[in-house]
């Protein structure tokens, strides 16, 4: 009697579960506007602080950018677990148009965030090209999947 009224309250749980509509589900079925993401892997250079590089001159710049509407989003990614890859990170840009991901021009928003003093893009190409290594790009773009609705 004890294990009828377990299959029971299983069958009674199992219907209340499919008679109710999910409310915080949905999928992402609309293919027409793809998101694009361009990562580049990046290996770091002994003794240094890639990171801090990252934030402190690429950072104002990718955020002017997602300002002006030429990404939608950049990113800074450090493996938790990984496997036997070559890179330390990776940064990851996104647009909804392949075209603006790969055809933006950064001068606009180098001058704002550097200024016009050549002497400091040497500077700022130099730190970055001493504290790591850029070693491979990929472009990506999502096929399908599914998400939470934006609120």
Not at 22 to 36: E, F, L, N
Not at 55 to 67: E, N
Not at 74 to 92: A, L
Request: charged share 20%; glycine share 4%; hydrophobic share 35%.
């Amino acid at each position: 009697m004890k294990s009828l009224s377990i299959i029971a309250a299983c069958v009674f749980c199992f219907i209340l579960g499919t008679l109710t509509p999910p409310k915080r589900v949905h999928a992402q079925s609309d293919t027409s506007k793809p998101t694009y993401y361009m990562i580049s892997f990046m290996k770091t250079r002994p003794g240094q602080n890639p990171m801090k590089m990252e934030r402190d001159l690429w950072k104002p710049i990718q955020a002017d950018r997602v300002a002006n509407g030429d990404i939608d989003s950049w990113t800074i990614m450090q493996p938790v677990f990984f496997g036997p890859h070559s890179y330390d990170y990776i940064t990851v840009m996104t647009s909804t148009s392949m075209q603006k991901l790969t055809s933006t021009n950064y001068v606009p928003a180098m001058e704002k965030a550097w200024g016009t003093d050549k002497t400091k893009y040497k500077a700022n190409f130099e730190r970055t090209m001493n504290s790591r290594d850029q070693i491979g790009n990929e472009l990506w773009v999502s096929v399908d999947g599914v998400s939470r609705p934006v609120k």
